[in-house]
């Protein structure tokens, strides 16, 4: 289980290690995104401090319907205590993202008032 916070911004934060391919590990304050669809995107500022193994570059449809092309890299993160493989879109802006693919496996409560986080394991609904 995750306990983390919203910032000033009502942006849902929670942390996230990054290893890179020599087993370092950045601890990055991420924003958990829903509406990102990918596992993890972490800013062009952030890339000198994790060695990375470059993919490909990438299109994606912002927000706002730009497309968008980025470069992807594989990466290692530890996320509520898990070691994953995942891919890292890497973006111009400041935020880390935590995107809907690594929460898929979780549940997420967001308590504003409280000013709150909490990202635990849940198990998937059983289909019909």
Known sequence: MIQSYVD??????????VLDKSANDALLDAVVDTGFIGDLCISIHEI????????????????????????????????????????????????TLIGASLLADKKVEVDYPRR?????????????
Not at 8 to 16: D, G, K, M
Not at 116 to 128: E, T, Y
Request: hydrophobic letters at 35%.
């Open 8 to 17: 000033n911004s009502l942006q849902p934060r929670a942390p996230i290690s």
């Open 48 to 95: 000198p401090k994790i060695n990375l193994t470059f993919s490909h570059n990438g299109k994606f449809e912002l927000g706002n319907g730009a497309v968008v092309t980025q470069p992807v890299y594989w990466g290692k993160v530890v996320f509520d205590k898990r070691v994953m493989t995942v891919k890292v879109v890497v973006s111009t802006s400041r935020d």
């Open 116 to 128: 709150s986080v909490v990202i635990k394991s849940s198990k998937p609904r059983k289909k019909k």
